[in-house]
């Protein structure tokens, strides 16, 4: 509820300084990105509970990804119909547009909360059984355990294919956020078009990332799961050397609309697939897979507040208005292109690995059989059972 005040003039504080009004809409901000946060990390963390198979969960983040698309594109489809009705005849947007941006944002709000409420209202989470027997409950918490060790929280960071993945899952949300940030100003500073093409333009980059979703699923099927990322890194790429070799008016007609599918198909494939890596890391640790998510958003967030404090504060336009036409153009080739390396260079590193195997795995199976017996020592009553679990428990499940 926090995300319309964005939209709105400062209450009670339209005249005051810099400084204060940085407070009044930092702390709105911050507020919504715990709420975000929250439902996203706990909406992810559903996939890996729903189903062991990788091929079923790339489906699961493709339907989901499609729907997250869907949103914006309902979003951006308001905006342009606002503008189209509200249009004087101006060019750029200006602070008279205010008003079309809070009618945009409340109309969200109030459609994802209604969703929402339908989510919790008519979803139904399937009830734990509840034994009659304590040690029956043990039993199948051991049958489970024996087949692989359960990592905890603070498990995973001794892994390094956690750090691999957070830093593929970094370099996706990066290149997908900042084109997503910075189109509609290289639309309106750089290429000065029409503020409608404020809207179009986006709108393309979802259209084709919505369509492009369901697709994934079969590239991962008949590529595989590292060469349909690689597969986008490369259609990443190609939008960055378009971008940067667009020029003149055919460009700004035609081609510009070539380059957003280009990053809609790119970036869908890119955070389907990703989503899909963390998932696989995660496999059958599902206790501790919010935490896994929940770490990936961290990094991607900080990520990308850093790579935009950086390029607005390198942005010239206060100092040298000569530079400033061509500065997000260069945002999008440079700041987009370094984050697909970036990614490529984390492919690279899991390339001879298999996603979600363990180091030390045997250690952690021995650690996972300690700490389940002495969590059930009490429930084993009057001495008349041992502890389900030995440290040769590998050697039996075999």
Not at 181 to 206: Q, R, S
Request: charged share 15%.
């Amino acid at each position: 509820m926090s995300f319309p005040f964005l939209f709105m003039e400062c209450i009670s504080c339209s005249n005051s300084s810099q400084d204060a009004k940085f407070l009044y809409y930092g702390a709105f901000i911050v507020i919504f990105q715990f709420g975000w946060a929250a439902v996203q990390v706990s909406h992810l963390s559903l996939i890996p509970d729903l189903t062991p198979l990788s091929c079923e969960r790339v489906e699961l983040n493709s339907y989901r990804y499609a729907m997250t698309v869907l949103s914006n594109i309902c979003t951006y489809v308001a905006l342009l119909i606002i503008f189209g009705v509200s249009d004087k005849g101006e060019k750029h947007t200006g602070p008279k547009d205010l008003p079309i941006f809070k009618n945009v944002a409340l109309s969200v709000v109030g459609v994802g909360a209604f969703f929402s409420l339908m989510f919790h209202l008519f979803t139904k989470e399937k009830e734990h059984p509840h034994y009659s027997d304590q040690q029956q409950c043990v039993i199948n918490e051991a049958s489970e355990m024996i087949e692989k060790p359960h990592l905890r929280w603070k498990d995973w960071f001794t892994q390094p294919q956690f750090y691999m993945v957070a830093l593929l899952y970094m370099s996706t949300r990066l290149y997908v956020n900042l084109s997503q940030v910075y189109m509609p100003m290289y639309i309106e500073d750089t290429l000065e078009l029409h503020k409608n093409k404020i809207a179009i333009i986006p709108l393309v980059i979802f259209i084709s990332g919505f369509l492009s979703s369901f697709l994934v699923k079969f590239l991962r099927r008949y590529l595989g799961i590292k060469a349909t990322y690689f597969l986008g890194c490369m259609l990443a790429i190609a939008s960055c050397i378009w971008i940067y070799l667009g020029e003149g008016e055919s460009y700004s007609t035609y081609h510009l609309y070539a380059v957003a599918v280009l990053i809609g198909v790119a970036g869908s494939t890119l955070l389907i697939i990703s989503l899909a890596f963390t998932s696989d890391l995660i496999a059958n640790s599902t206790t501790s897979g919010a935490f896994v998510f929940g770490s990936m958003s961290f990094v991607d967030k900080l990520a990308n507040g850093v790579a935009v404090v950086i390029i607005q504060d390198l942005n010239p336009s206060m100092s040298d208005c000569t530079s400033c036409k061509w500065y997000y153009k260069y945002v999008l080739v440079f700041s987009c292109g370094v984050a697909v390396l970036l990614g490529l260079f984390a492919l690279t590193c899991l390339l001879p690995q298999s996603v979600g195997t363990r180091r030390n795995e045997e250690q952690l199976h021995r650690n996972s059989i300690i700490r389940h017996n002495r969590k059930h020592a009490n429930s084993i009553q009057n001495g008349e059972s041992k502890p389900l679990l030995s440290e040769e428990s590998d050697s039996c499940s075999t």
